[in-house]
């Protein structure tokens, strides 16, 4: 495959080594894997400690915790591109780095963060958030998981589905409601050792077969009071401060995602040939890999722009929004074509295009749908809904 765009991207030489020895090790240690980890339906959690014994697992975290105190954002993006373009977007290290981990960046005491921080370092501790619940989707404020304070503890009833790392996952943070109301929701540490946790479903999905998708449960589990994780009500509030992020995180997935799928195809498009030439060398060929070449340049140069933005703390939600959709649209658009153009092979599953593509359609639904992303956009332009909302 060829590199990513050859527009310049403005990484500093620390940037680039890093980017090497990332490459090396998806490429020689994860990438063989990864087909077994789609037959069994999940990644081998040993893949995390390796990850962490090399350093990889949430970069930004302080050496007193095992971390390496990178908080530039170029290495996270840099990271996970070279994790996509090796293994694919099924390999979700990224989601215990910077979908979950940082919300005991963010939120943690000192105690919660010294007893699991280190193991999230070192991959040992595996986490995952659990917020969506089987009647509720994007609306967080109809979720019906409780936790009721019983003066001593806190006793959490419930069920989430839809749940990243529900199968391998160690350690959750989980919402709530502590009351009623929108701003009743809390947050809480739950280790899946607590009694009263249990697991549902191993989700079955159409596509990302390696990334274990699952059901968790709590019946009258008992939870020390100091597992509240930030401040009691204010959970809506801490996962809005966190979205931005979030789907920052989705958009360079995505991006790279297309990339990938753009730079096999260029490459099937060289070496396979009919009526007497290559395939590349016919009009349409030509004219829908510019297209998307020029595409994949400019969305790159946006994400690369929002990476940046999120360094400065000063990414905006609509920002943030306009990246997730953009880059998910792009990603289909590119996916469907780069099929199309691999024939009948490419409706086969041996084809890592064919797989691509199928992992490729949860990009508008998950971290908000894109329909969710319009709405926050479109606000954005004062074209909201002028009726007052209607309570909670």
């Known amino acids: 495959m060829t590199d990513f765009p050859a527009l310049p991207r403005a990484f500093t030489p620390e940037q680039i080594q890093f980017r090497a020895s990332v490459r090396r090790l998806m490429e020689s240690e994860f990438a063989p894997q990864t087909a077994r980890w789609r037959e069994q339906g999940f990644v081998d959690p040993a893949a995390m400690t390796r990850l962490g014994a090399e350093g990889l697992l949430l970069l930004w975290a302080e050496e007193d915790y095992g971390g390496l105190g990178l908080r530039d954002l170029r290495f996270v993006q840099v990271l996970q591109e070279e994790t996509v373009r090796a293994c694919g977007a099924g390999f979700f290290h990224n989601a215990h780095s910077m979908l979950v981990g940082p919300y005991l960046d963010h939120f943690a005491t000192p105690e919660q963060k010294a007893r699991w921080l280190p193991g999230a370092v070192s991959g040992e501790v595996i986490?995952?958030?659990?917020?969506t619940e089987p009647d509720t989707g994007s609306d967080l404020a109809a979720i019906r998981t409780k936790a009721e304070d019983m003066g001593?503890?806190?006793?959490?009833n419930g069920a989430k589905t839809f749940i990243s790392y529900g199968v391998t996952g160690s350690l959750f943070v989980v919402a709530a409601k502590t009351g009623t109301g929108r701003g009743q929701?809390?947050?809480?540490?739950?280790?899946?050792?607590a009694p009263g946790f249990s697991r549902g479903q191993h989700l079955k999905k159409i596509g990302l077969h390696e990334q274990d998708t699952g059901e968790i449960l709590f019946t009258d589990l008992r939870l020390p009071k100091d597992a509240l994780?930030?401040?009691e009500g204010q959970g809506f509030a801490h996962m809005t401060k966190l979205l931005a992020v979030e789907r920052l995180m989705s958009a360079i997935t995505s991006q790279a995602h297309a990339q990938t799928a753009f730079d096999l195809t260029h490459q099937y498009l060289l070496d396979r040939r009919a009526f007497g030439k290559p395939i590349g060398a016919f009009q349409n060929s030509r004219f829908r890999m510019a297209e998307m070449r020029a595409k994949l340049d400019?969305?790159?140069a946006f994400v690369d722009a929002c990476v940046l933005e999120a360094n400065e703390g000063a990414l905006s939600p609509e920002a943030s929004a306009a990246a997730k959709y953009a880059t998910s649209v792009l990603e289909g658009e590119v996916m469907d074509q780069c099929l199309q153009f691999h024939g009948g092979m490419g409706f086969m599953e041996e084809t890592?295009?064919?797989?691509?593509?199928?992992?490729?359609?949860?990009?508008?639904?998950?971290?908000g749908t894109n329909e969710i992303?319009?709405?926050i956009i479109g606000r954005s332009l004062g074209l909201g809904d002028p009726r007052p909302a209607k309570p909670q």
Do not use: C, K, N
């Open 229 to 231: 994780l930030g401040q």
């Open 298 to 300: 400019a969305m790159q």
């Open 152 to 156: 001593d503890h806190w006793r959490l």
């Open 127 to 131: 986490l995952g958030i659990a917020m």
């Open 352 to 367: 890592r295009v064919a797989r691509m593509w199928t992992d490729a359609r949860i990009a508008r639904i998950y971290a």
């Open 185 to 193: 929701i809390s947050l809480f540490l739950v280790p899946s050792d």
């Open 373 to 375: 992303m319009l709405e």
